[in-house]
């Protein structure tokens, strides 16, 4: 990655942005690893926008197509955290 | 994609954002119950610098719709005109202010060349088309089973005067050589990551000769708003937004279907099932194409959901639209779809422009009512009765349902 655009990333990424600053996930396990994972490319509004439909088999799916398809910095370790806390605070539950 | 802009941008852009004004509560937001819990959660009402306050579904990419009292007239005004864009690395104005200039090669064109925005405002006939650019993925959000995606409501489109010059007329000075079959298209924007696919489209040879088919550089009279494809944008009547290419940089006349992720993976609907009159063969597979024309559609502009309404009587507006065809006929029901009676349709701005309608409801019983619309194309066809599921979330022109109280 280019010097220029990994300092890009880290502004775009940082916490201070005016209005991006408003939006509240739930706090849970692997809520860190959305935030490093995912806000490198798009705000974080794009997952409560996305609830509550998807089942953890969905949210495994669009994060996935984000490392596959979209090229997003998020290795299988981290991916694993990402899907737990996405269906875990945005899925829908499990059928018992 | 000509990346001269994309990494300055990208700081710029953060500068932008930080310098937006809020405004939550400048006016109230109408949004479907049919949208997803969360989507109605997180929308605000936000202005982007140069624009009205949309309703703000995403931050980053900017995707902002139009609240859907902007959709009782045929024009949508420009600091209202939706605002959707794929990928974050959105070229400031600074940028896209600077000398303008887009780039037209392609194995099929006979001499490459660079022509400057100066030389396509001087050197092609001007020509002007009234337009509705609607996103591909307007009304996802009203899907049942929801898809995942920008969860639009009914804003994602609007209609315009576009004013420019005839991509076949630009095309023509680069050659396009016997063999052409399609011609591609890049913008100033682009992704943030190395592996994301940069933005591209292609169209096929005979859309792009299309004499409506045009390269925009004014908008309602004045130039294109920042964020619609300032300083010059691709205009594709009758088809989905996903071709207007915006910040036009480079243009690609190919004797090879374009391969780009944007074409080959993102962007298409089942085969068949929605009428064309153009098929886009060359990148037709085995059981999915491009979406390319819209479906003949409606919307209820001034007539909130939940409102209050005289039950005396009161108007009802909207506009619809199709693929090219023209609006032969709106219908109007005030009891839920049992009974229909015909709209009256307003001045004609053309065959790809909203076509406003007006309704007068007449003396009705008070209590609670449903009240839908449903246009009818000069193709005869008209909205559908039942969604037509596709992964993807297109093609919604399933009628409103607009609860009411008449007292």
Redesign the interface.
């Known amino acids: ?2 010097p ?2 990994l300092a ?2 880290l ?2 990424a940082a916490p201070a ?4 600053s ?2 509240e996930l739930k706090p849970g396990a692997g809520l860190e690893q959305v935030q490093a994972g995912c806000s ?4 974080l ?2 997952i ?7 089942t953890h088999d ?1 949210w495994k799916a ?1 994060v996935n197509k984000m490392r596959q ?5 998020i290795d299988q370790p981290m991916a694993d955290e990402i899907i737990q806390y996405l269906s875990a605070q ?1 899925g829908v539950p499990p059928k018992s | 994609m000509r990346r001269r802009s994309v ?1 300055t941008g ?2 710029a ?2 500068a932008l ?4 004004i ?1 405004a939550r509560a400048a006016s109230p937001m109408d949004l479907s119950p049919l949208l ?4 109605r ?3 605000i009402m ?1 202005a982007l610098p140069g624009k009205q306050p949309l309703i ?6 900017p995707n902002y719709e139009t609240p859907i009292d902007a959709f009782a007239e045929a024009i949508t005004p420009n600091d209202r005109f939706f605002v959707r864009y794929h ?2 690395g959105i070229p400031d104005i600074a940028d896209l202010e600077k000398a303008w200039s887009v780039k037209i090669g392609g194995d099929a064109a006979n001499k490459p060349l660079e022509v400057s925005l100066d030389e396509l405002q001087r050197q092609f006939p001007v020509v002007e088309v009234e337009a509705v650019n609607q996103c591909s993925g307007c009304r996802r959000g009203l899907f049942s ?2 898809v ?4 639009w409501g009914y804003g994602a489109m609007g209609s315009a005067v576009w004013r420019g010059v005839r991509l076949k007329d630009v095309l023509a000075r680069a050659g396009v050589r016997a063999g052409a079959v399609e011609v591609a298209f890049g913008g100033a924007d682009g ?7 940069d933005f591209a489209k292609s169209l096929p040879l005979e859309k792009a000769m299309d004499e409506s088919t045009i390269i925009a550089f004014a908008m309602n009279g004045a130039k294109l708003p920042h964020l619609n494809g300032l300083p010059i944008r691709l205009i594709v009547p009758g088809w989905t937004g996903t071709y207007w290419m915006k910040h036009l940089n480079e243009i690609n006349i190919l004797s090879k279907p374009f391969d780009g ?1 944007w074409m080959q ?1 993102s962007y298409r609907i089942p085969k068949g099932m929605f009428p064309v009159d153009l098929p886009f063969t060359t990148q037709a597979e085995e059981k999915t194409v491009p979406i390319t024309e819209m479906v003949v559609n409606s919307v209820i502009g001034n007539v909130p959901d939940g409102s209050r309404q005289p039950a005396a009587g009161f108007t009802i507006q909207g506009v619809a639209w199709d693929r090219g065809h023209g609006i032969k006929q709106v219908e109007v029901s005030t009891d839920g779809g049992a009974n229909w009676k015909p709209a009256s349709l307003r001045e004609d701005h053309g065959k790809y422009a909203f076509r406003a309608w007006r309704f007068e409801t007449g003396k009705l019983q008070p209590g609670a009512a449903t009240v839908m619309a449903r246009a009818t194309s000069n193709a005869g066809e008209t909205q559908a009765a039942q969604l037509k599921p596709n992964p993807a979330g297109y093609q919604n022109n399933v009628p409103q349902k607009i609860a009411i109280t008449l007292a």
């Open positions: 990655m280019k220029l655009l890009s990333l502004l775009l942005l005016a209005d991006e408003s939006i490198g490319c798009h705000s509004d794009y409560q926008m996305n609830s509550v439909f998807l969905g669009e398809a979209y090229g997003a910095p945005y | 990494l990208l700081g852009g953060a954002i930080g310098a937006r809020s997803p819990e969360g989507t959660a997180e929308a936000d703000k579904l995403a931050f980053r990419p990928l974050a089973p929801h995942p995606g920008v969860q992704p943030v990551m190395e592996g994301t696919p992720f993976k």
